[in-house]
Nanobody, 125 residues
């Protein structure tokens, strides 16, 4: 059983930066694709970004491309989400997730097996 624990959320102003971390335990972190999703109140869960385990390929939602950067440190079983130039519309609970087998599109949240508890990011205008 894989456990994921996010940290790093908080309240910031528009234009600020935050770095989220997600530490994995209990599994073979190096073999998992790792993704970040977010969910705002009243909204569906939304794909943010993914980093592949095999070659470190990264994918981003159009809404965050050029502002957010995902990275991973396999030695620390940790995936990071660096968020720059934050906007009020980035306000959401951010979840990290692990995908063991790629069976659907990487943006499909149902393709991810393990989830963290989420960390709140609030961006004020």
């Amino acid at each position: 059983q894989v456990q994921l624990v996010e940290s790093g959320g908080g309240l910031v102003q528009a234009g600020d930066s935050l770095r989220l971390s997600c530490v994995a335990s209990g599994g073979s972190f190096v073999k998992y694709d790792m993704g970040w999703f977010r969910q705002a109140p009243g909204e569906q869960r939304e794909f943010v970004t993914l980093i592949g385990w095999r070659d470190g390929s990264t994918y981003y939602a159009d809404s965050v491309k050029g502002r957010f950067t995902i990275s991973r440190d396999n030695a620390k079983n940790t995936v990071y989400l660096q968020m720059n130039r934050l906007k009020p519309e980035d306000t959401a609970v951010y979840y990290c997730a692990a995908r063991l087998y790629a069976q659907r599109a990487y943006s499909d949240w149902t393709d991810y097996t393990y989830w963290g508890q989420g960390t709140q990011v609030t961006v004020s205008s």
